[in-house]
C-alpha cells in the first residue's frame, strides 16, 4: 500500500536530515502542507490564487511541489487559510527557504531539460528508488561510454550537450555510493539487455558493471525475460520514488521522448507500485538474473 503524507511537524523549528539533499522534496512537503490548510479552510483555489495576485493553476504547481514560493506569497496564504500557530508558521518558512535553494543540476544549462529537473530533486532525497526499463538499461545503473552511446542516438544530444548530460547522469550516481545510500530495486527487460547500445563492447562492460554493482547490498536488479510473455508495463518506463518517514508521499515519473509525466492522485500512485510488484514477481529473482547477465556477458 503506499505511504501518503500525515502534515507537517508543528513543532518543526529545523529542516530534517532527509531533505538536506533535495529543495524539490522541501517543496513538496511544503505544498502536500498548504493543500491541507487551504481544504481545511474551505477556500478555492481560485480564491487562494487571487490573494497572491496570481491564478488556480499557480496554487495547484504550489501544492503539487512543481514551483518554489516566496516569502510574500507564503505569508499571504498562511493568513488567508488562519494559520497563526508560530512554530508552524516558522517551520514551513524554513520549507520555503530550503525549497529556493538551487539544486548542484542547475550548473549543467540546457544539459538538464525543465521536465527533469524536479525529479532529479527528488531523486536526490529518495529513500527506495523502484524503476522498470523496457529499452535501455536505468540510468543510475549506465557505464558514462553506454550513457554516451544513448544521448548520441538520432534525435539525440551532440558535442559539448551530450558531455554534459553524461556528466549530469554520472553525478547521480554518487548517491548509490553515499554513507546513507537509498535502496535501488528496479527490473529491466532482458530486450534492453541485449540491444547492443554502442557496439558489443559497449555493452559488454555494461552488462559486466551491472553484474559488479549487484554486488552492493542496496542495489537488487532483476531481469524480466523474454518467456515471462507480456506484463502491465509494456507502454514504457516506469520509476517509482519513496521517502523515509510518512510526511512525503510517493512519486511517479513516467519519463517520454521529449516530456515527463509525474501522476499524483492516490490511486495513481497505488496502481503503479502494484504494476512494479507484478513485474518484480513476474521477473527472474536477482540471482536468476545475475546468471542471465553472465550468459549475455558469454554472448557477446
Known sequence: MTVMPTGLNRLEGQLPDELDAAPAAARIRLGTRLRRLREEAEISREKAGAAIRSSASKISRLELGRTAIKARDLADLLALYGASDEAERAGMLALARHASAPGWWQGYGDAVPAWVKPYLGLEQA???IRGYDVQFVPGLLQTPAYARAVFGLPGGSTGDQAERRVAVRMRRQEILHRADPPYLWVVIDESAL???VGGTAVMRAQIEHLIEITQLRHVNIQVLPFRAGGHAA???PVILLRFAGDQLPDVVY???LNSALYPSR????????????QLATEADPPIASTMILNQIRKEL
Not at 492516490?266 to 510488484?277: E, I, K, M, R, S
Open 234 to 236: 509494456g507502454g514504457g
Open 254 to 256: 513516467l519519463e517520454q
Open 194 to 196: 541485449r540491444r547492443p
Open 126 to 128: 529518495a529513500s527506495l
Open 266 to 277: 492516490p490511486a495513481d500512485l497505488t496502481y503503479y507500485w502494484n504494476v512494479l510488484n
